[in-house]
C-alpha cells in the first residue's frame, strides 16, 4: 500500500535556527497537504500544495512539492517558540484515504 | 473548527467490552473520516463515510465498525475492546475551499482500554 515516509521523527532546536522536515510517497501524488498539532491538540491545517515543483510560503514557513510529486518539505526560518509542535504531511490514496507520514515532533529552546 | 465536537472526550473502559465515540458536526458535510493515533505511526484512517449510510473501510479497520444514520452523525464502535485499541481518535470532516479540500479535526477522545 501507499507509504508516506517522514523524516525526522524529532528535531530539537535553539529558537532562532531553521528547522526543516522531509515527506516523501512511494508513489505519485496528486497533492500533499501539511497539517500542524500542538501538544494535547489536535491537527490543523496548514496548506495544500498541488502543482509539480510548486513553492508556497506563509511568512516563515516554506513548503515545496517535489517536480515528481512523490516529496515535499516545510522549511521554517528563525524558529520562535511558538512553532512548537508536531508537523505531519499527509497525501490522498484511492481520493478519500488519507495517508499521513509519522510525523515530526519540533522542540524549540527559548 | 468546523462544528466538529467528540464524545466522550475521555474514556476508560476495560478488555472485552463494547465501546462506542461519537462524532457530531453542525455544518452538514458529506464526507466525515475516523482516525486513531499513536505515538510513531501518526493518524492512520479507521472508517470514513461519504454519506448518510454510505461507509468505506481504512487502512486499519479490524476490530471496529461504524455508523451514519444521520448526516451529522458518525459512530465509531469498538465491539470488543483490546489494550491494542488504547488511542488518542480523532474525528475529521472534509471540506471544500476553492480549490482546496482540507480536512478538518475535532478535539480527540482519549481511550483507554485495561
Known amino acids: 500500500g501507499q507509504q508516506v515516509m517522514q523524516i525526522p521523527q524529532y528535531q530539537h532546536v535553539q529558537e532562532g535556527e531553521d528547522f526543516t522536515t522531509y515527506c516523501n510517497s512511494s508513489?505519485?501524488?496528486?497533492?500533499i497537504q501539511w497539517y500542524k498539532q500542538r501538544p494535547g491538540g489536535h491537527p490543523v491545517f496548514l496548506i495544500q500544495?498541488?502543482?509539480?515543483?510548486e513553492v508556497k510560503k506563509q511568512k516563515r514557513l516554506t513548503f515545496q512539492f517535489g517536480e515528481a510529486k512523490k516529496n515535499s518539505s516545510l522549511h521554517i526560518t528563525a524558529t520562535q517558540t511558538t512553532d512548537v509542535g508536531t508537523y505531519f504531511c499527509?497525501?490522498?490514496?484511492?481520493?478519500?484515504?488519507?495517508?499521513f507520514g509519522a510525523g515530526t515532533r519540533l522542540t524549540v529552546k527559548p | 473548527d468546523a462544528g466538529i465536537t467528540q464524545s466522550p472526550r475521555h474514556k476508560v473502559t476495560e478488555t472485552g467490552t463494547p465501546v462506542t465515540l461519537r462524532c457530531h458536526q453542525t455544518?452538514?458535510?458529506?464526507?466525515m473520516y475516523w482516525y486513531r493515533q499513536d505515538p510513531g505511526h501518526g493518524l492512520r484512517l479507521i472508517h470514513y463515510?461519504?454519506?448518510?449510510?454510505?461507509?468505506d473501510k481504512g487502512e486499519v479497520s479490524d476490530g471496529y465498525s461504524v455508523s451514519r444514520s444521520k448526516t451529522e452523525d458518525f459512530l465509531l464502535t469498538l465491539e470488543s475492546a483490546t489494550s491494542s485499541q488504547t488511542s488518542v481518535y480523532f474525528c475529521?470532516?472534509?471540506?471544500?475551499?476553492?480549490?482546496?479540500?482540507?480536512?478538518?479535526f475535532g478535539p480527540g477522545t482519549r481511550l483507554l482500554v485495561l
Open positions: 500544495l498541488v502543482k509539480s515543483g
Open positions: 499527509a497525501g490522498p490514496y484511492n481520493n478519500n484515504d488519507m495517508r
Open positions: 475529521a470532516i472534509s471540506a471544500r475551499q476553492g480549490p482546496q479540500e482540507t480536512q478538518y
Open positions: 455544518e452538514n458535510h458529506r464526507y
Open positions: 508513489t505519485t501524488l496528486s497533492n
Open positions: 463515510s461519504y454519506g448518510v449510510k454510505d461507509t
